[in-house]
């Protein structure tokens, strides 16, 4: 036999070691044994009799036994111990055979350590690190011994197994130690564990053991010493790489790189995700490419761009990176609140284009308020978009309590997640991010006292679409197809657009914020400073966007929108307040509205005519737009009345296309900031 076999059947345990002794052909003895139990069934007690001459040679017998296979060898003894009081002497023939097996594998090992090419470097896969076997230790073809004292060793672990790389995560300062194997028909397998995984026999039990690794709550304390022999012995050998509990910027520096999905843009490419749970690798997979950048520029931001207030929500998308480059900024809460059926979920899947596959990467209100906020600290420089808010039930009513948990810690505090006894995702230090998220009622509307909650939310009160006729709805579900497939495009973009600014033009961004911020007249309270600063956020984003991607050029009247939703979303904004805003919104986005001489009537008639000194909104399609806004018409004019900006009556009208039932809206009579483009 080749002594490579040998010690391959000495390190692989008993039953190889068999298999590489067993002769061909059973041995004299052993035939007797055979002829013995076929005469059991015709003549039990001449049987007993050859089988108690035949048990005398006790050590012919056992060299016989040892060349049959363990399993024909059980068999076979099990059918003699049948043989009326010969029971005992087979129990003792069996442990002799076991004594045998346990003297011959020893002494195999024996030789084995002797060879003369024994291993002093680990033998590894191509390109591997030079690690040197640790004293005490040895490498042979069949896998990892511990010398135990002379000529004599303990099996380790059948395979060769070892540390490959060591992680370090940035913010915390936390190891991780890449653990790599040799698979039983060859190549390599690998997992990254935390330090105390790999300390630990129970734990580096129930990491490995279902990945295939060759550990076993036999030999896990074995293994657990041998890896640590290892990493104390090869210190400078084993690589040190960049390892990060979560996704987004690498390190408080942004220059340090980005990880995204499963890849890192800049900073040297190297750093990888560890120390999350299979929940979390399986969200981070979907931060990846589909498609193309110009199918998404075709697809969706053509269409995207013509409806300024679904633009909104793919720039908070985009925003949430630049948290790390504008030190003044503050975290963002971002909601649509309108009926059902009105595209606010297609406008969230356009805004999560921006990184991932939408529907993979989609949050949900129904997981726990912890379970929120852990998938928030999994990307906090990409922005967490949640489905519709009607998920978030609590015995049939929206929970807002849930909301405003999650609402309020993500944008006031940061994350500050504990850390579990299974060491992932522990501590993490507060971070900035971007929640974006959509219901049938405004979330900030419905928080009641919540008020630190709805202060830190920006939101828009109407669909995300200009209106919901047959042609809109057409390109809106081009929208949602155009997503699905061309997506993870335009974030990255943003990132290696960062990456590769000057100081200057970072400065530049810098600047542009502070600008359109401290222009912007809300008022003083907290609240009107809050929105300005979205405002100014969401408008930087625009400004990045379009300098990062060709082609993805800003809305014309997107400063007048952010305007508009920001002062309804600001401290005082009242009902009343926020419907005139809204829909003072639609005739802004829909200029084919306006009745003027010569123009085509559309889809439901003219809606208002500007006149010199006033706005006449027709009486019946203000009624059906405020409805559709989600108001109820007879208070909203209620409430106008009362606060002068219209008269209680609806006087007849003559506009080009015949005379109509219209209010007028004065324009010196309406609050501060709310300004109507009369005609000169």
């Not at 060759?214 to 890896?227: C, F, G, I, K, Q």
């Not at 405020?626 to 209680?648: D, F, H, K």
Request: proline share 5%; aromatic share 6%.
């Amino acid at each position: 036999m080749a002594t490579r076999d040998i010690n391959s059947a000495a390190m692989s345990g008993v039953g190889d070691l068999e298999g590489s002794l067993r002769p061909i052909g059973p041995t004299p003895g052993v035939q007797a044994l055979y002829d013995i139990e076929q005469q059991l069934m015709d003549d039990p007690e001449g049987a007993a009799l050859r089988l108690r001459d035949c048990y005398a040679p006790q050590a012919k017998v056992v060299v016989g036994l040892l060349a049959l296979a363990s399993g024909e060898r059980q068999r076979l003894l099990a059918r003699l111990a049948m043989v009326p009081g010969m029971r005992s002497n087979i129990t003792s023939l069996e442990r002799m055979v076991r004594d045998e097996l346990k003297d011959r594998g020893d002494d195999v090992a024996r030789k084995a350590r002797t060879r003369a090419d024994r291993y002093t470097d680990l033998h590894l896969w191509d390109d591997a690190p030079t690690l040197v076997v640790p004293d005490g230790y040895t490498q042979e073809a069949g896998g990892i011994a511990r010398e135990t004292g002379e000529d004599r060793a303990t099996l380790v672990c059948p395979r060769v197994m070892v540390p490959s790389a060591i992680y370090q995560d940035p913010h915390d300062r936390r190891q991780y130690v890449e653990v790599k194997w040799e698979k039983p028909l060859g190549g390599w397998e690998s997992r990254v564990l935390s330090q105390l995984d790999i300390a630990d026999s129970r734990r580096i039990v129930a990491a490995l053991a279902d990945a295939g690794a060759p550990v076993t709550s036999t030999n896990a304390r074995e293994v657990v010493a041998w890896l640590a022999a290892v990493m104390e012995r090869n210190a400078s050998e084993i690589p040190h790489r960049l390892g990060c509990r979560r996704m987004g910027w690498v390190s408080g520096d942004f220059r340090d790189g980005f990880l995204w999905g499963e890849r890192h843009i800049g900073g040297g490419g190297n750093g990888v995700l560890v120390g999350v749970s299979e929940h979390a690798q399986i969200v981070a997979r979907s931060y990846r490419e589909g498609g193309t950048l110009a199918g998404w520029l075709d697809h969706v931001w053509r269409v995207v761009r013509q409806h300024p207030r679904a633009a909104i929500a793919v720039y908070a998308s985009a925003a949430a990176p630049l948290l790390a480059v504008l030190p003044d900024a503050s975290s963002l809460a971002f909601e649509y609140g309108a009926g059902s059926r009105t595209g606010k979920g297609i406008a969230l899947e356009a805004a999560l284009s921006v990184w991932a596959h939408p529907e993979q990467a989609m949050g949900r209100w129904d997981s726990t308020a912890k379970g929120i906020g852990l998938r928030g600290a999994l990307h906090p420089s990409m922005p967490l978009v949640m489905e519709d808010t009607k998920l978030a039930d609590r015995n049939g009513q929206l929970d807002t309590g849930k909301i405003s948990e999650v609402v309020y810690g993500y944008t006031n505090t940061g994350l500050r997640m504990k850390t579990g006894e299974d060491g992932k995702l522990a501590c993490i230090e507060p971070v900035r991010g971007v929640l974006l998220t959509a219901g049938e009622q405004a979330y900030a509307d419905a928080a009641g006292d919540s008020q630190g909650a709805v202060a830190r939310t920006y939101s828009i009160r109407c669909s995300p679409w200009r209106s919901v006729d047959t042609e809109t709805r057409r390109h809106v579900d081009r929208v949602r197809q155009g997503a699905a497939m061309h997506f993870g495009h335009a974030g990255p973009a943003i990132v290696r657009h960062l990456l590769a600014c000057s100081d200057a033009q970072i400065e530049g961004y810098r600047r542009e914020y502070r600008k359109r911020r401290e222009e912007v007249a809300l008022g003083e309270q907290g609240t009107a400073q809050a929105a300005a600063g979205h405002m100014a956020l969401l408008w930087t984003a625009s400004v990045v966007l379009a300098d990062a991607v060709q082609g993805c050029d800003q809305p014309a009247t997107l400063w007048d929108e952010l305007y508009r939703h920001a002062l309804a979303s600001s401290e005082g904004a009242d009902v009343p307040t926020r419907a005139l805003l809204d829909v003072l919104g639609e005739i802004a986005a829909r200029p084919e509205l306006r009745a003027v001489q010569g123009a085509q009537s559309p889809p439901g008639g003219f809606g208002v005519r500007v006149r010199t000194d006033a706005y006449e909104l027709r009486v019946s399609w203000l009624s059906q737009t405020l409805e559709r806004l989600g108001y109820q018409p007879a208070n909203i004019r209620n409430g106008w009345v009362e606060r002068g900006w219209c008269s209680a009556s609806a006087p007849a009208c003559r506009w080009p296309q015949g005379v109509v039932r219209a209010i007028v809206l004065d324009p010196a009579a309406l609050p501060p900031g709310v300004d109507l483009d009369v005609q000169p």
